[in-house]
């Protein structure tokens, strides 16, 4: 009974100790000397994986750092600051604060300001949409409405707006990481400068029309007048193929331009002006 | 009766203008002109506003070899150089062309003895005054390119490099897409004159056979053509059995020559290169009467207020060709299959229409989709032995390499996939994604 029992026992802890041994050397032999800052990097990204920074995801953002020694030109919008300094405490570097920017639509074809012209039966998707014709409200360069930017939104920053048909970007939720802007396949959402106290101004439309042309197909439509660059006392405002557009760099937030728009094109996060002795609704 | 292996599927013809000739329609009074009517790089005007132009003379010329100048179609005064809205409703660059009363007259008289010419019965003419470099240098002069449908520059096919010359001609005169009947009315109409350009872009490409690829629902035409060719020629017939798409560049070879071109591959790979019946006749007008590509037969049909295969001018409006329709049809450019729907009938009519099919409104609804139920009839059906149901999915999440790996390029966007689909899906839709957007990862 003894030896019954005794057996099976040798056997298991001899195959046993044959594997640790066995398993000691291949771990030496394979062993993988990763630098220990890469997995306490990881440990402080988001974990979207979004391509955001313009690498691969997480890890690779933390190994691109940890070979380069510095954060030079590497940046992740999702974490923004926050975790830009707890990376650079990991290596002890020093880094500069990055300026938050957030999603903004340049297009404002409202359903009420674009009606309807074509019925579209097809795919419901903005970039097949786009490859067949100019999409069911006449516009060649406006919003097509199937929210291909709110299917790719990994943070749930986008939603679309059933009253305007067009989508909506919440600030607080947007990381400006940029998947929307590659999906949209007009590139009508725009990464800009969160600005001064979330104060930004954008010219929310992308139209490249004449003016005439552009104002039959959508009534809130940049007409390229010109008016908006006058205005502008900081030269941020060009006028290029029949559309304003507005340089975020240069803007400082003053909402001249807002007042001068005979469309109503230039759009911001102003708070509401005062009204004035000269109002528009006399 | 031969045809091709993989795939195909049998869609209902619907060629209601079979039996009708070739019909001329009047000049228009004004002609918009798209620079880029081809595969390529776009034409570069020659003219400025204001220029009086003849009809043939050239308005635009070829930018670099895969390129094709484009030609007045009508004399007058060049109105305008500029943007006009294509068929899809974007913007594209082209010239216009008005027309005043004398000149309008004068293009009439000068085209109808041209067609009385083409359709005068006359002797072989011989190819061998023009040596193949000459014939090239007409054919790309005169702005000739594929006229199946891709519009591909002729001058490129039929150069080929030094050692490689293909050593068979397939003139394609499938007609695969249901409706469409315009090389149909060609062949019947002008089969003598094909015959003569058939010859001559075998001399300019060193072809020594040439086959022509007729489906087996067109029996006047073939008829037309044994009547018109000699049996000492090299030139054959082969009859095909009908079946889509036949006329697509791989299956015609492979239902001719039985050999099957390679992934990614040309027909110059297996010794073919294939030109459409039209083009042919396009070359035997460009080199045996000096006459630039400015027309081409094209049918109209579904519920168009008038059918027929129809000579037209290059640049003629849409609306002009239809006559009025009503506000809630839907035009078609191109045949049903691989056609595009219009949604500017102001458009012109380019060296690329072969067809405008009407729809009336009931007609075109596309059912609402179901989900997939994996019968995998769409990768019965596929013609380039590709899965279609995979390629889609990857094209509506995105997943463009694997679409990449599952060969996405190879596909033909020929729509047999969405024909067959039982759940109705729009499987080429989302593959047409994934297609343009490999491309461009792949610059």
């Not at chain 2, 094709?68 to 060049?78: E, L, N, T, Y």
């Not at chain 2, 397939?170 to 090389?183: V, W």
């Not at chain 2, 060296?351 to 139920?373: F, M, N, Q």
């Not at chain 2, 596929?382 to 094209?395: A, D, K, Q, R, V």
Request: with cysteine; glycine share 10%; charged share 20%.
């Amino acid at each position: 009974m003894t030896s019954s029992l005794l057996t099976p026992v040798i056997i298991l802890g001899v195959t046993g100790l044959v594997g640790v041994v066995m398993l000691y050397f291949v771990s030496r032999r394979f062993r993988i000397n990763e630098d220990p800052r890469v997995g306490r990097i990881t440990t402080q990204l988001p974990g979207a994986n979004c391509g955001g920074c313009g690498l691969r995801g997480c890890r690779d953002l933390a190994e691109t750092c940890v070979k380069r020694g510095n954060l030079q030109g590497i940046y992740c919008p999702v974490g923004g600051d926050e975790v830009m300094q707890k990376i650079a405490a990991i290596l002890g570097v020093d880094v500069e604060a990055g300026r938050p920017m957030v999603a903004v639509l340049r297009c404002n074809g409202t359903c009420d300001a674009r009606p309807q012209r074509y019925e579209y039966d097809g795919a419901h998707s903005c970039a097949v949409m786009n490859a067949v014709a100019v999409g069911s409200r006449g516009c060649a360069f406006g919003c097509l409405g199937c929210g291909d930017c709110v299917d790719v939104c990994a943070f749930g920053a986008l939603s679309m707006d059933a009253a305007t048909g067009l989508p909506v970007v919440d600030p607080d939720a947007c990381t400006a990481c940029g998947q929307c802007v590659k999906a949209c396949p007009r590139h009508l959402l725009e990464l800009r400068y969160k600005g001064p106290r979330d104060r930004r101004v954008w010219v929310a439309c992308s139209s490249r029309d004449r003016g005439a042309v552009a104002r039959k197909i959508c009534a809130n439509a940049c007409i390229g007048c010109g008016k908006c660059a006058r205005e502008c006392p900081f030269d941020a405002i060009t006028v290029a193929d029949n559309l304003a557009y507005i340089d975020f760099e240069k803007c400082r937030s003053c909402g001249k331009c807002i007042a001068v728009c005979p469309t109503g094109a230039i759009h911001s996060t102003l708070p509401p002006r005062r009204p004035t002795t000269q109002s528009p609704t006399e | 009766m031969k045809t091709f292996r993989i795939g195909g599927i049998h869609p209902p013809q619907n060629k209601l203008t079979a039996g009708m000739p070739v019909t001329v329609l009047d000049l228009p009074r004004r002609v918009q002109l798209p620079l880029q009517q081809h595969i390529g790089r776009p034409a570069v005007p020659c003219v400025k506003v204001g220029d009086t132009v003849v009809r043939g003379q050239m308005v635009a010329r070829a930018d670099g070899f895969v390129s094709a100048p484009v030609h007045a179609s009508i004399s007058g005064r060049v109105k305008a150089i500029g943007p006009i809205m294509n068929a899809a409703g974007y913007s594209i660059p082209a010239i216009e062309i008005e027309a005043d009363e004398e000149a309008h007259r004068a293009d009439d008289v000068m085209r109808k003895a041209q067609i009385e010419f083409d359709t005068r019965p006359t002797d072989r003419t011989l190819s061998e005054r023009h040596t193949p470099e000459e014939l090239r240098r007409i054919i790309a002069d005169s702005g000739i390119v594929g006229l199946g449908g891709a519009a591909f520059p002729s001058t490129v096919k039929l150069s080929p490099k030094a050692g490689h010359e293909p050593e068979l001609l397939i003139i394609n005169a499938c007609e695969c897409e249901p409706y469409l009947t315009c090389d149909d009315a060609l062949i019947r109409g002008y089969a003598p004159r094909i015959a003569e350009g058939i010859e001559l872009m075998m001399s300019a490409c060193g072809a020594r056979r040439a086959v022509i690829g007729i489906e087996d629902n067109k029996p006047e035409a073939i008829a037309a053509l044994r009547r018109a060719l000699d049996p000492a020629w090299p030139i054959s017939i082969a009859v095909l059995k009908t079946k889509y798409p036949q006329g697509g560049e791989k299956q015609l070879v492979e239902a001719v020559t039985g050999r099957r071109i390679p992934s990614g591959g040309l027909p110059s790979d297996v010794g073919a290169v294939v030109n459409n019946v039209a083009t042919a006749f396009a070359v035997y007008a460009a080199v045996l009467c000096g006459r630039p590509l400015i027309e081409r037969v094209i049918t109209v049909t579904g519920a168009a207020p008038v059918r027929g295969n129809f000579l037209v001018a290059v640049g003629t409006s849409i609306s002009d060709v239809l006559g009025s329709v009503p506000d809630d049809v839907k035009v078609v450019v191109g045949g049903p299959m691989m056609g595009s729907s219009a949604v500017n009938l102001q458009a012109p009519v380019t060296k690329a229409t072969s067809g405008l099919l009407v729809l009336a409104a009931g007609e075109t609804r596309r059912l609402t989709p179901d989900p997939c139920i994996r019968c995998a009839r769409c990768v019965e059906a596929c013609p380039m032995g590709l899965e279609p149901y995979l390629l889609s999915t990857c094209g509506r999440l995105r997943m463009w390499p694997e679409a990449a790996e599952a060969r996405v390029l190879d596909c033909i966007e020929c729509g047999s996939c969405s024909y067959i689909c039982p759940s109705s899906r729009p499987l080429l839709d989302y593959i047409r994604t994934a297609k343009s957007a490999v491309k461009t990862l792949n610059k």
